[in-house]
């Protein structure tokens, strides 16, 4: 399965609990935080509903 690398660059402070919890369960903590996930389609849901506070990169 594809990985993708995923960092928090935004902080989701002041951002609806939604979002919050969205960015908690992809393991992200703090501002600069990242981790590696698969790509699978609901990652990659979750991605895009808070891909203004992430930066997503392809891991090799």
Do not use: C, F, W, Y
């Amino acid at each position: 399965m594809k990985k993708i690398k995923v960092t928090l660059v935004k902080s989701p402070i002041d951002r609806p609990e939604r979002q919050k919890l969205t960015v908690k369960a992809l393991g992200l903590n703090k501002t600069n935080s990242s981790t590696e996930v698969n790509a699978t389609p609901q990652v990659l849901g979750m991605i895009r509903k808070v891909s203004h506070l992430l930066k997503v990169e392809d891991v090799k």
